[in-house]
Nanobody, 125 residues
Framework: QVQLVESGGGLVQAGGSLRLSCAAS????????MGWFRQAPGKERDFVAA????????YYAEFVKGRFTISRDNGKNTVYLQMDSLKPEDTAAYYC??????????????????WGQGTQVTVSS
């Protein structure tokens, strides 16, 4: 079993930066891919970024390209989401997710089988 724990959320002014962390523990060798999603109140959970464990390719939602960067530290079993040039519309709960098998669909919540508890990001104007 794998557990995911997010951290790093908080309150930041527009234009600022935050780095989210997702620490994975347990049977991490079974993880094929990891990603970040976000969910604002009253809205669906949206894809933000993801990559396969091999790290060959990274995938981003259009609305974060050029501002957010997903990365990993294999030695620490940790995935990061560096968020720069934050906007008020980036305010949401951010969730780390993982999946065990390959899928060409990187953005669907249904393709991920494990989720963290989420960390809140609030961007003030």
């Amino acid at each position: 079993q794998v557990q995911l724990v997010e951290s790093g959320g908080g309150l930041v002014q527009a234009g600022g930066s935050l780095r989210l962390s997702c620490a994975a523990s347990g049977r991490t060798f079974s993880v094929y891919a990891m990603g970040w999603f976000r969910q604002a109140p009253g809205k669906e959970r949206d894809f933000v970024a993801a990559f396969s464990r091999s790290g060959g390719s990274k995938y981003y939602a259009e609305f974060v390209k050029g501002r957010f960067t997903i990365s990993r530290d294999n030695g620490k079993n940790t995935v990061y989401l560096q968020m720069d040039s934050l906007k008020p519309e980036d305010t949401a709960a951010y969730y780390c997710a993982s999946r065990k098998i390959y899928s060409s669909n990187w953005s669907s919540v249904n393709e991920y089988d494990l989720w963290g508890q989420g960390t809140q990001v609030t961007v003030s104007s």
